[in-house]
């Protein structure tokens, strides 16, 4: 097996033959029965041709003829690298028994996820992008060098997102006689406090390379900054930045501005509103701007588009249904306010661990009477599937979450009556 220039048909004398030990650790990753060390190898070499403009010749043919040729690719919504078959009536077909004849073993994130995987915060720096490997299949020195998530169920960028909403306070709601203001102005000036506490690397503290705004894409000024501050980025770590917008539609590579106006990003767009399970906007789209060989210097590489309750509250959602749930609870909120009753809301964005393994409630409801003092708390769940496996999920963590505090469920037929709203507030009763 050789490293062949791109766009050649891998006959040359320029070719680069890959160790044999290096060859057997690809298959193995490729048809999904490698070592976590085969993996490694495998991302690293993969990684490394894309940026190194390579693409890998098959020798099942053997030394003397054209040899099938497979190109390095990055698939956008599982974060992960992989080997993609070139194949055309003009190309060289694998041998049928050749590891490489059938598409490469890869779990898309919506194959990947699971109710029962921990969302744990992200670990390390508020980083996406990694430097380049200096040799060739070089192994990542730990974890967080892997750059391909081959079970993992969530992209990287959107745990950073919700490390960020979670810093800045977007996934809460203050009780009404706290007078906090609802806007847009003011959810984007609480994540940009948060920005001021989050380092990108050490003693690069997110808020000097994070803006809200596209004229910092649109003007060039993002690119800028990251030019100024390249030189003092530490060498362990990529220079990058950060861009937070509101956005009300994506679409493939494209994220749609207020006005009308697109952002194109270098991969698809990721989001847990996909195929199957669409979730209508606003949303709140996180993009991470870098240095890229086909970007030809910076630009805005990957993004992830979170759903967001609406411009005024940056709540995240991760269904209609859940929408429609956030803003029962808000209707229930202004009642018991108007009885006496502080609510607080939480929308939990990482798991919570107890005695009997982890859980992540949907909504967690604070209740305090202001005549008596006394305090109620309610986990909320928005059961919004009716399948076999989504039940047997529930069954393992809603025992978890009754060891938080009392547990109600919301269905969608309740929400689309009053009857959620009826539950909820007789739940809360104080």
């Not at 390249?230 to 990529?238: G, I, L, N, Q």
């Not at 805005?300 to 509250?313: E, K």
Request: proline share 8%; charged share 25%; glycine share 6%.
């Amino acid at each position: 097996m050789w490293l062949i220039d791109r766009d050649t048909d891998g006959s040359g004398a320029s070719r680069i033959p890959l160790p044999v030990p290096l060859r057997q650790a690809l298959v193995r990753w490729y048809v999904g029965q490698g070592t976590h060390h085969d993996e490694q190898a495998g991302i690293t070499l993969v990684q490394q041709a894309r940026i190194g403009h390579k693409w890998l010749a098959c020798d099942c043919l053997g030394q003397g003829t054209w040899p099938p040729i497979l190109t390095p690719a990055f698939l956008s919504e599982a974060d992960t690298y992989y080997l993609r078959r070139l194949t055309s009536s003009k190309r060289p077909e694998h041998r049928a028994d050749c590891a490489f004849f059938r598409d490469q073993v890869t779990l898309r994130i919506t194959e990947a996820r699971s109710r029962l995987t921990p969302a744990d915060p992200p670990s390390g720096f508020f980083e996406v992008l990694r430097p380049a490997p200096e040799r060739l299949a070089q192994a990542p020195e730990d974890d967080t060098n892997d750059d391909r998530h081959r079970q993992a169920s969530t992209p990287r960028l959107a745990r950073l997102l919700w490390r960020l909403m979670d810093a800045g306070g977007s996934n809460l709601v203050a009780p009404l006689r706290y007078g906090d203001e609802w806007s847009i102005r003011a959810a984007f000036a609480n994540l940009c406090a948060a920005a001021t506490k989050i380092e990108i690397a050490p003693c690069i503290e997110l808020a000097r390379a994070f803006w809200t705004h596209p004229r910092a894409l649109q003007s060039e000024a993002a690119y800028a900054q990251l030019r100024e501050l390249a030189p003092r980025w530490p060498k362990d770590h990529a220079p990058q930045g950060f861009l937070l917008l509101y956005a009300p539609h994506f679409k493939g590579h494209e994220i749609t501005l207020p006005g009308g106006d697109t952002i194109a990003i270098a991969n698809r767009v990721q989001s847990p509103s996909v195929r199957g399970n669409h979730i209508a906007g606003p949303y709140l789209v996180l993009v991470v701007v870098g240095q890229y060989p086909e970007s030809r210097g910076y630009a805005p590489l990957r993004a992830y588009a979170q759903p967001i309750l609406n411009g005024r509250l940056f709540i995240p959602v991760e269904s209609d249904f859940e929408r429609r749930t956030t803003r029962c609870l808000l209707d229930c909120q202004k009642i018991l306010h108007a009885q006496g009753v502080d609510v607080a809301i939480s929308k939990p964005l990482f798991d919570t661990m107890t005695r009997l393994g982890p859980c992540r409630p949907d909504f967690f409801i604070e209740a305090r009477s202001r005549t008596t003092g006394e305090v109620r708390t309610l986990l909320i769940e928005a059961i919004g599937f009716d399948t076999d496996d989504y039940h047997a999920a529930k069954a393992v963590t809603h025992p978890r979450m009754r060891l938080l505090g009392d547990l109600a469920t919301v269905t969608p037929a309740e929400i689309v009556g009053t009857d959620a709203q009826t539950k909820l507030l007789a739940a809360l009763d104080i």
